[in-house]
């Protein structure tokens, strides 16, 4: 797959909801990945006038390092805190209409995310799986709830200084 097939199919498997590698990163990730040993060329192609490929397969040391990864992506329950969370219990001395400002932002920017996940959804690819339904399902859920949990705080935003 030439790099510019290799950032196309990156943007159509949303590789953005599974991977902070962003498409154009890709050689550089590339490159990082066979310094470390987790791949190596395998061969080099070339199409009609298109430039070189580089054909890469994963190592025995890549195979470890990927199993190890999954081990500790399903070990990993742990819910990091969210910096919102922090800005939200030290609000007591904003403005209660500029708090609802920043909240009614965030919202829209979690629905506009929403919103392009949902779009995508119109668009499948060819080989996508029901793991990928289920990924981009996740995804939608979890920007879901975070847009549930803000409108709770605009809900409450009067009653964040009164004593429980």
Known sequence: M????????????????????????????????????????????????????TVYEITDEGLRELRALREEAFADVEIRPDVVDLA?????????ELLRGYLDDRIAALRARASRIEHQLDRRWPDQSHV?????????????????????VLADIDKLDAPR
């Not at 219990?89 to 904003?94: H, K, P, T």
């Not at 339904?133 to 549930?148: C, G, K, N, T, Y």
């Open 88 to 96: 939200l219990a030290v609000s007591a001395d904003l403005d209660r």
């Open 2 to 53: 030439h790099g510019h097939q290799l950032r196309r199919d990156a943007r159509l498997d949303r590789a953005e909801l599974w991977s902070r590698v962003k498409p154009g990163s890709l050689y550089g990730a590339l490159h990082r990945m066979e310094d470390e040993n987790l791949i190596r060329p395998l061969r080099t192609e070339q199409q009609g006038g298109l430039p070189a490929r």
């Open 132 to 152: 990928d339904d289920l990924i981009v399902d996740h995804a939608r859920m979890r920007i879901q709830s975070e847009i549930d949990w803000h409108e709770k």
